[in-house]
């Protein structure tokens, strides 16, 4: 039971991580970024590629990994999602969805369908007991970045310059113009900013477990599900969303696994009729 | 109509301009001039367009056809912020503001993102500062801005277009809704920005407040400019009367 | 059939832009015929094979290999096969079934009915595997096959239409248990991770039908759905059972890397880990590095085996061979494709020239093939139509950087294996 609940966190650590760019495109662009997931495992393939490949330190190829697959969803946003975000939204699902299988496909090419993982020489301690719970070391250290990463982000879009565009153009995209924010740049820095803590989330994963192109789509599904759970709208709600979705998805594989999804979907959906706006959710899910 | 006196160059200058909406056309040749430190008053029936020219001049929506010049420069198809970089700035119909900010956010992001030239004077900080006093909502800074009411929430807006550094105010039916006491306040501050040399475009349908504030009246109907002049003069005309003033102004006159 | 191992199972989406126009026309595999007619039948001098592959679709990289095996086959008989005591031109035909199994069907009646092949050589996997048989069966013919090794074809089709050249999966384990059953000390409990899919289950009760004869306990057992994620949970789950002898994981490449991998980050250490159908792919070894050592996996084929036929000297030399014409080592799949067709050149090499694909005496002479030496290995069929294999051998991955050896069968053992083996 402890273990079940510890284990969840900190794997909730990393969901929480690859939700906080999720929602926020969701929110502030307004579209359910179907590429999301492809991010993520662009950004775990891209420090592997940058360690193995090149030689360089792990904490270099993390943040290479990032800020690479930052720029890749600036791309996106610009040559593709900037066209079309202000269609029919089931267009831009469909397009990001297409984008999602290009990345996925390119991704294929340059790399390879096979899982890749990347082991780490960290000359820590394999890990400690937590009562009766071994916490592997490395797993804190992942938890702790998830955490640090999101202090960061809500500073950033708190308290910066870049911070306050984005919540404007989240808020009200016309008024935010007439404020004098570049909707569109402020759609690619939120793509960015997207992109970098999803990059950041596949960056950590590919240490603990091998990630593989075609992983990409339960990592675009276990996002929607932390959002739906911890809220729209809200950095704090997805990182509750995360660790509450982490134990959720944790507890379910270990005393059902069977039916593990089955139950993780069936949260969703009580949490879709009963509470829409997630845990903490700014308000209900609808776009404005 | 054009008064004798010699004036400046037009600081907003409207020609020919049109809106089609799929079938709808919402403006049809509309022109007209606004001068430096002048204050227009734009009236007209439900539907004339008022909006919609405002949403047009201020970029949000992309012109049919014609030509929009702001200080002698030519912003038609130009972003929502860069026409407001150059100091056209408008306020919504129904109060449209940053909802989950608070108030200091609401106005601070305007002072954030005005024009570098802008900025080299006075910090956004001092900037924000200064529109909140000339509103009065130093009180309220910290509130969120959806939880205002509607007066101060028309205070909010008119802060924030005053934190972008604006040449010309275009408000658009900003007395709307409120009770005498807020109208008042309100017509007290842009006779203040009036004083300060902004132009003003004002859109409303309380005839007396425009007659009182406006330097010029220009009536549009269906999309079309109707007539044009003084206040006093536009109210007798017997076209107006008709169409748009009917009983609302004519027997106080 | 089990190859979800060496593919990740990624449903292309070529598949449907590509499946029209490849189902539509006949894919002939590249030989040259010297002055074919159109017409087959055999009286012309023309051996017709057909058959169907899911050349896209989530085997799309599995078929490929199938399809090269088969082209290997012909070019290493100059295209040609003895039927009769005569030599024949060889013709194929390869349609796409896109791994769905009505349109397996559908192919298959095409072939016969339409094309009229001469002989019908099995797809990949399962499902199509058993439609085609049905048929197969209808038109009263018999085919080869080894891309299904379920139980299931022996029960809806065994000793009638199908002659399986694969082992029953039930089998896979036994090379890897046999030889952990004889270890010292003898191991006494098993945890035991099983994927939640018919084949992986009859996997599963091979191992535990080969606890129950050494007296092993299975203490755990785990079924884990197909699109499991997070191996973590298992992890827990088994180090709940206490200090385990031997985890078994019946599932492919990256679950049992996943698997491994929490295991050694929760501290689980058990004296054996079976990868059930591990590969020697080398992201493998390349992904799991020094926690690979000691790790044991069942596999039916390997180059290393000690096989050979009339046209190799070794598997060996058949691996080279064929990675000289294709840039890649043949896995097992490839093995047991180029078997196919060798196996009714065996079989129709002394038929009567009046009548050489005569179904009923061909059965008999498929039920009646002893072959010795092939590069499947010894073939002969039982009573079901399946090939007589009772274990497929099993391999071990130990010294820096780790390499597999074979530990079991004990007439094929490289090495004498490691247990316990080490720490994570
Ligand atoms: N986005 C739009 N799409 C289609 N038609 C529109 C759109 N916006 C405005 N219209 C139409 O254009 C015409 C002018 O509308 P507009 O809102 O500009 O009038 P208005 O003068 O502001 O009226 P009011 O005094 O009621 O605010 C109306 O017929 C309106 O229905
Ligand atoms: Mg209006």
């Known amino acids: 039971m402890e273990d079940v609940l510890v284990y969840g966190l900190l794997r909730g650590g990393i969901y929480a991580l690859a939700a906080f760019g999720f929602s926020l495109v969701l929110g502030v662009i307004g579209i359910v970024n179907f590429a ?4 993520v495992v662009f950004g775990g393939l891209l420090t592997q590629y940058l360690a193995v490949k090149f030689g360089v330190p792990y904490a270099a190829a993390m943040i290479g990994g990032a800020l690479g697959t930052g720029l890749l969803g600036a791309v996106i946003q610009r040559l593709f999602v900037a066209r079309t975000f202000t269609l029919e939204p089931l267009m831009v699902l469909v397009q990001t969805f297409g984008i999602a299988t290009v990345v996925t496909e390119l991704g294929t090419l340059g790399w390879g369908s096979e899982e890749r993982m990347l082991r780490l020489k960290t000359g820590l301690p394999p890990g400690f007991m937590l009562g009766d719970t071994f916490v592997p070391s490395f797993d804190l250290v992942v938890f702790a970045v998830s955490l640090v990463s999101a202090a960061v982000l809500f500073v950033v879009l708190g308290r910066t310059e870049f911070g306050r565009a984005i919540r404007a153009c989240r808020d009200n995209r016309e008024s935010a113009q007439l404020s004098g924010i570049n909707l569109g740049r402020t759609f690619e820095k939120t793509m960015f900013l997207s992109g970098t803590w999803a990059g950041l989330a596949g960056a950590m994963f590919v240490t603990l477990s091998p990630v593989a192109p075609y992983m990409h789509f339960s990592w675009t599904v276990d996002s929607f599900l932390v959002i739906t759970i911890g809220g729209l709208g809200s950095m704090l709600g997805a990182l509750v969303g995360g660790l509450v979705f982490g134990v959720l998805s944790f507890g379910a594989s270990f005393y059902a696994p069977t039916i593990a999804p089955a139950i993780t979907f069936g949260v969703l959906l009580v949490f879709l009729v009963f509470r829409p706006q997630g845990l903490l959710g700014a308000g209900p899910a609808i776009r404005k | 109509m054009a008064t004798a006196s010699p004036l400046p160059a037009p600081l907003l200058r409207v020609e020919n301009l049109s809106k089609v909406f799929g079938g709808v056309t919402a403006l049809n040749g509309v022109g007209f001039d606004v001068h430096p430190g002048e204050v227009v008053g734009l009236i007209g029936p439900n539907g004339a367009g008022k909006t919609t020219l405002f949403n047009v001049i201020s970029g949000l929506l992309p012109p049919s056809g014609g030509t929009i010049a702001f200080c002698g420069r030519s912003i038609g198809g130009l972003r929502p912020d860069e026409i407001c970089a150059l100091g056209a700035v408008r306020t919504f119909q129904s109060a449209s503001l940053l909802s ?17 030239e802008r900025a080299r004077v006075e910090s956004a900080a001092a900037c924000t500062r200064r529109a909140l006093a000339f509103c009065g909502l130093e009180d309220c800074r910290d509130e969120i801005a959806e939880t205002l009411s509607i007066g101060d929430q028309k205070r909010v807006e008119i802060a924030r277009a005053m934190a972008t550094g604006p040449k010309l105010l275009m408000t658009d039916e900003i007395l ?8 008042e306040g309100i017509l007290h501050m842009l006779q203040g920005l009036k004083r300060e040399g902004i132009s003003i475009i004002f859109v409303e349908h309380d005839v007396r407040s425009v007659m009182r504030l406006s330097d010029r009246v220009v009536v549009i109907a269906q999309g079309r400019k109707l007539a044009e002049g003084e206040p006093d003069a536009v109210a007798r005309m017997p076209e107006v009367i008709s169409v748009y003033l009917g009983g609302r102004y004519a027997q106080g006159v | 059939m089990l190859d979800r191992a060496a593919i990740p199972r990624r449903p292309s989406r070529r598949a449907v832009l590509k499946g029209g126009v490849l189902g539509a026309g006949a894919l002939a595999v590249g030989v040259a015929l010297p002055r074919i007619a159109g017409a087959a039948g055999g009286a012309d001098g023309v051996v017709h094979i057909g058959a169907s592959l899911p050349l896209t679709g989530p085997y799309e990289k599995v078929s490929r290999i199938c399809k090269d095996a088969f082209d290997f086959w012909t070019r290493t008989y100059d295209g040609k096969m003895v039927v009769a005591g005569r030599e024949r031109a060889v013709k194929w035909t390869i349609y796409d079934d896109e791994n769905n199994a009505s349109r397996a069907a559908q192919l298959t009646e095409k072939l016969i009915s339409d094309d009229k092949v001469d002989l019908v050589v099995g797809t990949y996997g399962t499902d199509t595997v058993l439609a085609q048989g049905a048929i197969v069966r209808k038109h009263g013919r018999v085919f080869v096959q080894a891309g299904a090794s379920s139980i299931r074809v022996d029960e809806e089709l065994g000793g009638h239409t199908a002659f399986t050249a694969n082992g029953r999966v039930g089998t896979y384990c036994a090379g890897a248990m046999d030889f952990l059953a004889s270890r010292t000390p003898k191991p006494k409990k098993l945890g035991l991770v099983i994927m939640d899919d018919p084949v992986y289950h009859e996997i599963g009760q091979g191992v535990k039908d080969k606890c129950k004869q050494h007296g092993i306990d299975v203490v755990t057992e785990v079924v884990l759905p197909m699109n499991v994620q997070d191996l973590r949970p298992t992890a827990l789950k088994l180090r709940g059972a206490g200090q385990l002898d031997i985890v078994y994981n019946t599932g492919w490449d990256v679950i049992c890397i996943k698997l491994a991998e929490e295991m050694s980050a929760i501290g689980v250490n058990p004296k054996a ?20 050592q000691g790790i044991i996996g069942s596999t039916v084929w390997l180059p290393q085996f000690k096989y050979r036929d009339d046209k190799y000297a070794s598997a060996q030399e058949f691996a080279e061979k064929f990675k000289a014409t294709y840039g890649y080592l043949p896995t097992y799949q490839a093995a047991f494709s180029y078997i196919l067709p060798y196996i009714y050149q065996q079989a129709l090499r002394e038929a009567d020239p009046q009548d050489p694909f005569n179904p009923k005496t061909l059965r008999d002479r498929l039920s009646r093939l002893d072959l010795k030496d092939t590069i499947w290995g010894p073939v002969s069929f039982d009573e079901r139509g399946r090939i007589r294999r009772d274990a497929a051998p099993a391999v071990q991955w130990t010294g820096d950087p780790a390499a597999a050896v074979i530990v079991a069968p004990a007439d094929m053992a490289e090495s004498a294996g490691v247990y316990p083996k080490p720490a994570w």
């Open chain 1, 36 to 39: 999301h997931g492809a991010l």
């Open chain 2, 100 to 116: 989950g900010m608070t108030v200091w956010d609401n106005v601070h992001v305007a002072s954030l993102f005005r024009p570098a």
């Open chain 2, 176 to 183: 709307a809704g409120l009770n005498a006491a807020d109208s």
């Open chain 3, 273 to 292: 880990f079976v990868g059930g159908h591990l590969t020697t792919s080398p992201v493998v070894k390349e992904t799991l590095g020094s926690k690979m």
